[in-house]
């Protein structure tokens, strides 16, 4: 499973591994475990955030796993709902408060609106927020700084006002549903694309194409959908709670061919 070791170089020149063990809907009473899990059979990049409610039981494994934690990326997510940009830095430090960390690797604004109130115009709030993200990121307890759920317009308003490129745009990408628009404007501008749901929560382990290229293969489901992240050039953050499939989903080292991907860039999602 040598790819859980390989990395993307971000803008910042930082290191990050090319496959995240996601942690979204992870209660914290039950993070522990698959964190422990995750770590100990190779992954070595994380993905909480505040909302999860999980972030003290990920820091609890990280620190207990006694890898150094330097060889650990860490990524957290300021709220969607703080908007305030003098709420910023004392949200921060909550979250690597209670993560029981010094810095965080990577650190994003979880989307560009409350997500009571998805698809608002909130742009001033959001450069005024990123604004204070770049002084976390100037003070190095955050090693980059970047989004997730922005799309073209909202990165747009980011670069054009900000200091600083972000660093990555986590987005809800998986076969049948990878945004090309976003990818593409996220691409052109040295933002790394994270693949969140690359599994589509669950919902494209049934599929019928996607089954049969993965019999072609002797894979999963999942292991196709997760290598298909990685041939174009993405981050998947898959997410398991079971340590057979914590295992399966790092072991993606092979390659799908062609006219399989050809294939697979044609299905559509539900």
Same mark, same amino acid.
């Given at each position: ?36 899990? #995750? ?21 609890k #494994? ?37 993560l ?28 005024e ?10 003070s ?5 700084i ?11 308003? @980011?670069?054009?006002h ?21 990818t593409?404007f ?14 589509a ?11 049969? @290229? ?31 499939? @914590? ?8 390659? @799908?061919?062609?006219?399989?991907? #050809?294939?697979l ?6």
């Amino acid at each position: 499973m040598a790819i859980v070791t390989e990395t993307y170089t971000l803008n910042t020149g930082a290191k990050i591994h090319k496959i995240g063990f996601g942690t979204w809907q992870i209660p914290n009473g039950e993070a522990h475990d698959p964190v422990r899990i #995750a770590l100990n059979v190779g992954y070595r990049h994380i993905d909480t955030a505040r909302v999860y409610g999980n972030e003290a039981n990920v820091g609890k #494994a990280i620190k207990e796993s006694r890898i150094a934690r330097e060889d650990i990326f860490l990524t957290t997510k300021l709220p969607a709902d703080v908007k305030d940009a003098s709420k910023v830095e004392e949200t921060f430090e909550k979250s690597i408060s209670t993560l029981g960390v010094d810095y965080v690797d990577l650190y994003l604004i979880h989307a560009p609106w409350p997500w009571q109130e998805r698809g608002a115009d909130y742009t001033k709030e959001n450069i005024e927020v990123w604004q204070e993200m770049e002084k976390i990121y100037e003070s190095g307890r955050a090693k980059a700084i970047g989004v997730s759920n922005f799309d073209v317009d909202d990165l747009k308003a @980011i670069l054009s006002h900000g200091k600083i490129v972000p660093a990555a745009n986590q987005i809800r990408w998986f076969i049948g549903s990878t945004q090309p628009e976003v990818t593409k404007f996220s691409k052109e501008n040295g933002i790394l694309v994270e693949a969140y749901s690359p599994l589509a929560t669950g919902r494209i382990l049934d599929h019928p194409d996607i089954k049969q @290229i993965a019999d072609k293969y002797h894979k999963t489901v999942a292991q196709i959908s997760i290598r298909y992240c990685l041939q174009h050039d993405t981050l998947p953050l898959p997410k398991s709670t079971h340590e057979e499939y @914590i295992i399966q989903n790092a072991d993606v080292d092979f390659e @799908i061919n062609e006219e399989d991907m #050809a294939r697979l860039d044609l299905l559509e999602s539900d």
